[in-house]
């Protein structure tokens, strides 16, 4: 018989190591396929997702079953990508010369590897709330409800964010091209 997520969820909080490795299998993939879709690059979805996981038996003693696991699981994962990025964003005010490097790698690139990597940049000068919809809704799939409800925001305000998105992409896009 195959336990639910919130049963194992409950053991692991408790400190039940079988549970807690029977969620990391369940879930481990999903969790970075976030990360990866948060950050960006698989190195730093490697670390997110390492960290979170390392994280996740004390933080599953405060889960409440308020939610579905995967929901707070991603939860979890929005709001350690947002410190992660606190911390980068006062590393690269120290580190000067990143920009002059990242376009001269860029430079390098094939035609569909350049297109991945704009669409990366014009992400990356997104607010991070309209980054983390972005990541939700089309990274991870999820409905516009199930996005609000991880991100803790009406839906109407996801179907903002995502109309958002468009016009500003649509807008680099533009004055690029000038």
């Known amino acids: 018989m195959m336990l639910s997520d919130e049963t194992l969820a409950l053991a692991a909080g408790r400190g039940d190591r079988a549970a807690y490795a029977a969620l990391l299998e369940r879930h481990y993939d999903r969790i970075f396929g976030l990360c990866w879709r948060l950050t960006g690059h698989q190195a ?12 996740l038996p004390l933080k599953l003693r ?63 000068c997104l607010p991070d709330d309209l980054r983390d919809t972005v990541a939700l809704i089309l ?16 839906e109407g305000t996801v179907a903002w964010r995502m109309s958002e998105v468009k016009k500003r992409l649509r807008a680099v896009a533009q004055e690029e091209a000038r």
């Open 44 to 55: 730093d979805a490697e670390d997110l997702a390492q960290d979170i996981c390392a994280s």
């Open 62 to 124: 405060g889960w409440r079953n308020e939610a579905r696991l995967t929901t707070w699981l991603y939860r979890v994962a929005v709001n350690a990508a947002h410190d992660r990025r606190r911390r980068a964003a006062s590393h690269a005010r120290a580190a000067g010369g990143w920009g002059d490097w990242e376009r001269g790698r860029q430079a390098d690139h094939t035609a569909a590897e350049r297109d991945q990597d704009w669409l990366r940049g014009a992400m990356g």
């Open 139 to 154: 990274g991870e799939g999820l409905s516009q409800a199930e996005a609000g409800e991880v991100l803790g925001i009406p």
